[in-house]
T-cell receptor
Framework: ETGVTQTPRHLVMGMTNKKSLKCEQH?????MYWYKQSAKKPLELMFV???????ENNSVPSRFSPECPNSSHLFLHLHTLQPEDSALYLC?????????????FGPGTRLTVL | EDQVTQSPEALRLQEGESSSLNCSYT??????LFWYRQDPGKGPEFLFT???AGEEKEKERLKATLTKKESFLHITAPKPEDSATYLC??????????FGTGTRLTVIP
């Protein structure tokens, strides 16, 4: 595997379910990011991790819980989501722990909340 | 309020017909402006970073320019494989990154 991978690629869940999204980067980068991409809306930065520590949380509801066990892996734990949370969730990584550094994106997880 | 606006929302070009995409921004403390390309079903792919007014960067048929209030992505003699959504993002301050909604480009053979 090369670059940034995300699993699953598609996920359908009910509002009472608990699920997790996984991201893995094979680039040796030090920072990882979660984004939400909804139709007709700009990409929204959700979380930033630098060297496994969260450095930014852009007022994301607590039903989204990130976890970064090491610099190569990033998870987004989901529970009691709402239909408006349906979106494409993108993971990205960058070499340096700077939000302005070049970011490399994964293919995303298409999430549908019923 | 920090804002990034891209226009047009969609653009259809004949193969070989050059044009420009616009990204205008109102942010305080611009640190960098980024262009990405996104194909359907894929994550954004980095194209360029511009840091100061007057800066230009080129890659194949694409050329990005930056002024104090906007950036242009010029596409010269586009090919069908250039069809994608082009995203602009602006870094304001240390930890703020704002994306536009993108321009969906279709190049017709």
């Amino acid at each position: 595997e090369t670059g940034v991978t995300q699993t699953p690629r598609h996920l359908v869940m009910g509002m009472t379910n608990k699920k997790s999204l996984k991201c893995e980067q094979h680039l040796g980068h030090n920072a990882m990011y979660w984004y939400k991409q909804s139709a007709k809306k700009p990409l929204e930065l959700m979380f930033v991790y630098s060297l496994e520590e969260r450095v930014e949380n852009n007022s994301v509801p607590s039903r989204f819980s990130p976890e970064c066990p090491n610099s190569s892996h990033l998870f987004l734990h989901l529970h009691t989501l709402q239909p408006e949370d349906s979106a494409l969730y993108l993971c990205a990584s960058s070499q340096r722990e700077m939000i302005g550094d070049t970011q490399y994106f994964g293919p995303g997880t298409r999430l549908t909340v019923l | 309020e920090d804002q990034v606006t891209q226009s047009p929302e969609a653009l259809r070009l004949q193969e070989g017909e050059s044009s420009s995409l616009n990204c205008s921004y109102t942010v305080s403390g611009l640190r960098g402006l980024f262009w990405y390309r996104q194909d359907p079903g894929k994550g954004p792919e980095f194209l360029f970073t511009l840091y100061s007014a007057g800066e230009e960067k080129e890659k194949e048929r694409l050329k990005a320019t930056l002024t104090k209030k906007e950036s242009f992505l010029h596409i010269t003699a586009p090919k069908p494989e250039d069809s994608a959504t082009y995203l602009c993002a602006v870094q304001a301050g240390a930890n703020n990154l704002f994306f536009g909604t993108g321009t969906r480009l279709t190049v017709i053979p």
